[in-house]
């Protein structure tokens, strides 16, 4: 199993320029969520969903848009990328009924 | 005030020594309490996990969680180089889809 995968490792993006993280998870979870992470504020829940065709707001969504057309992907994407959304990127999943979060190693994003 | 609140320290020890990582919390409802270990430039992944009150040991490693005082404990006997990361707490009332309040981490560095 390769877990969960983030593409890419690294971006770096133009103020207002968009793009998609990808996230993918080969253990059959429903559960996934999408983190970011700064120094100071700790892991904060971008968005979330529980299911194939269900997704719902976390804590900071805003500028931020998800899907979740199937079981294995979960892709965030920034809308019009600002320097405030300059972050470290988590992917997590776990599985109905359990609290054990998977997370991918991160995209690090820097908006310029 | 967050409803979890760990000390982000630096902390700095020798080889060895004995750990004490703390957290409080605020929502007397948490009953499911997870520490995480995060490794520089790594995603985080489950170290420990407790339901409601009691102590619960793996190896090296002992979680408490004292409900009556709000008080989560991760304790690391014969510390390592290897032991050297960012330590988070989390909990949730199994509620609410399960959703973690997070912790801001504790940075440890273990040195030989």
């Known amino acids: 199993n390769a877990g969960v995968t983030q593409t890419p490792k690294f971006q770096v993006l133009k103020t207002g320029q968009s793009m998609t993280l990808q996230c993918a998870q080969d253990?059959?979870?429903?559960?996934m969520s999408w983190y970011r992470q700064d120094p100071g504020m700790g892991l904060r829940l971008i968005h979330y969903?529980?299911?194939?065709?269900?997704?719902d707001q976390g804590e900071v969504p805003n500028g931020y848009n998800v899907s979740r057309s199937t079981t294995e992907d979960f892709p965030l994407r920034l809308l019009s990328a600002a320097p405030s959304q300059t972050s470290v990127y988590f992917c997590?999943?776990?599985?109905?009924?359990?609290?054990?979060?998977?997370f991918g190693p991160g995209t690090r994003l820097t908006v310029l | 005030q967050k409803e979890v609140e760990q000390d982000p320290g630096p902390l700095s020890v020798p080889e060895g020594a004995i750990v004490s990582l703390n957290c409080t919390y605020s929502?007397?409802?948490?009953?499911?309490f997870m520490w995480y270990r995060q490794y520089s430039r790594k995603g985080p992944e489950l170290l420990m996990y407790?339901?409601s009150s009691g102590n619960k040991e793996d190896g090296r490693f002992t979680a408490q969680v004292d409900k009556s005082s709000k008080y989560i404990s991760l304790f690391i006997r014969d510390s390592q180089p290897s032991d050297s990361a960012t330590y988070l707490c989390a909990s949730h009332n199994a509620g609410n889809n399960r959703k973690l309040i997070w912790g801001l981490g504790t940075s440890l560095a273990v040195n030989p």
């Open positions: 407790t339901y």
């Open positions: 253990m059959n979870h429903e559960y």
């Open positions: 997590a999943s776990r599985g109905t009924g359990t609290d054990t979060q998977y």
């Open positions: 969903s529980v299911g194939a065709g269900i997704t």
């Open positions: 929502n007397s409802a948490f009953q499911y």
